[in-house]
């Protein structure tokens, strides 16, 4: 079975909020305060005397175990067989937030009818081999979505060619 997913490049994320833009926008969010499937944090440090500041765009996983799934007792969770996505049937569900107990990236959102909604990553965009909301508006290329063997060889790509760079870097000095 497939298995799509994120990927994220922190050194590549300026905190500009568009992917939670796109994600209120793509899932109709309406109102003063929106909810969005996804959401950055900012992060702080101080090295030495240098001040850090690093964001992460976090959303839903769509873990291959994904623990929402197994704590659903209504079995309103479920996985795509064709893509791995983790979805949730609405209807099924009866609001026992189980599920935002379980999962460790904050991802179920309960609605104001009480059931939970939460990150779909766009597939009815990957359908139409479009990219999710989120990945397609970021300005910096932060954000990647797509079969995870691929996510994993581009990463592994990028890793070895940072690290040949700083061989030949260190060879001519």
Request: with cysteine; net charge neutral.
């Amino acid at each position: 079975m497939m298995q799509y997913g994120f990927s994220f490049d922190i050194s590549r994320c300026t905190g500009c909020m568009a992917c939670v833009i796109a994600c209120q926008d793509q899932n109709d969010s309406e109102g003063d305060n929106p909810p969005s499937f996804r959401y950055v944090i900012k992060y702080e440090k101080v090295q030495g005397t240098n001040p850090l500041i690093y964001f992460f765009s976090i959303s839903c996983q769509h873990c291959g175990d994904a623990p929402c799934i197994m704590v659903c007792p209504v079995r309103a969770i479920k996985k795509r067989d064709e893509d791995g996505v983790v979805v949730i049937d609405r209807d099924l569900c009866i609001g026992c937030h189980s599920c935002e107990m379980a999962c460790p990236f904050g991802a179920p959102k309960f609605q104001g009818d009480g059931r939970m909604a939460k990150c779909d990553l766009c597939y009815t965009r990957i359908e139409k081999n479009m990219k999710p909301a989120c990945v397609r508006i970021c300005p910096t290329g932060a954000l990647g979505a797509g079969p995870i063997e691929e996510l994993s060889k581009k990463k592994a790509e990028k890793a070895s060619f940072v690290f040949l760079t700083s061989l030949v870097g260190d060879y001519h000095r």
